[in-house]
């Protein structure tokens, strides 16, 4: 099954609302609640990322019997170092952003603690894509 | 204990979301980072912060935390009390700090 949401580049009143959906879709599917934390975890900040950093985006959702698989594709401006974008605390948030509570640099680690897979693909000019799997089946 | 068992004991205010109330509380988190809350703060868990948008109820709402206290004073957006009570989520408010609020909340649950 193939769930597909819209995000829009700096509209923080929208941010969390794919989330939120697929979170209702994973519960109708009767996927475990703590499985459900981690996928929702992780896509929440994919999400806010976008909102955030991206010129806008989509987001991708596939779910079959073993694992969810969620793609997060934007337009740009892409990571130009996505090794230091990975460490904990680094932050390019804007201080509007940073004034909300967000930009503190947690959000790709609350991935990479959630998911079992984390790909992240990146061109400057062009977009970047996160790539999300989390396994269905308890380990 | 249940989110209205607090609301007397720490003088709070409801601002809404009162289809919550009778959220059950596992304990509290005080943060105003969301990130970190997004990262940390388990279900049930009562949210003590400073941040007044709609993304706090966003977030709430996602990790089935039980409600929200506003600290200082501080209200909701408007939008943030229309996401709460789209959501459930009860928002609460005390003119105490995070300090006094997380103290005051500590004793209830760990008593």
């Known amino acids: 099954m193939r769930f597909e949401y819209t995000i829009e580049a700096g509209n923080f009143s929208k941010a969390g609302d794919a989330s939120s959906s697929f979170k209702k879709i994973l519960k109708q599917l009767n996927v475990d609640p703590h499985i459900i934390k981690r996928i929702v975890v992780s896509l929440y900040e994919g999400e806010v990322n976008i909102v955030a950093h991206a010129k806008g985006g989509k987001v991708i959702c596939d779910v079959d019997t073993s694992r969810v698989t969620i793609q997060l594709i934007d337009v740009g401006p892409g990571i130009p170092d996505i090794a230091k974008a990975m460490q904990a605390g680094y932050s390019t948030a804007s201080a509007k952003v940073r004034e909300m509570g967000f930009g503190a640099g947690m959000g790709l680690q609350n991935i990479k603690n959630n998911a079992d897979e984390l790909i992240i693909k990146s061109e400057v000019g062009v977009g970047t894509q996160l790539t999300i799997i989390v396994n269905l089946n308890k380990a | ?111």
């Open chain 2, 1 to 111: 204990m249940q989110v209205k068992d607090i609301i007397t004991t720490l003088n709070l205010t409801v601002f809404g979301g009162s289809q919550g109330l009778a959220h059950e509380i596992t304990g509290g988190y005080t943060s105003d980072l969301l990130s970190d809350v997004m990262g940390h703060a388990e279900n049930g868990k009562i949210w003590i912060t400073l941040q007044t948008h709609k993304n706090v109820i966003a977030i709430a709402s996602l990790k089935d935390l039980a409600a929200v206290i506003l600290i200082k004073g501080l209200e909701p957006d408007a939008d943030m009390l229309a996401q709460a009570e789209e959501e459930g989520i009860p928002v609460l408010g005390t003119t105490d700090q995070a300090f006094e609020t997380t103290g005051k909340l500590f004793n209830l649950l760990v008593r």
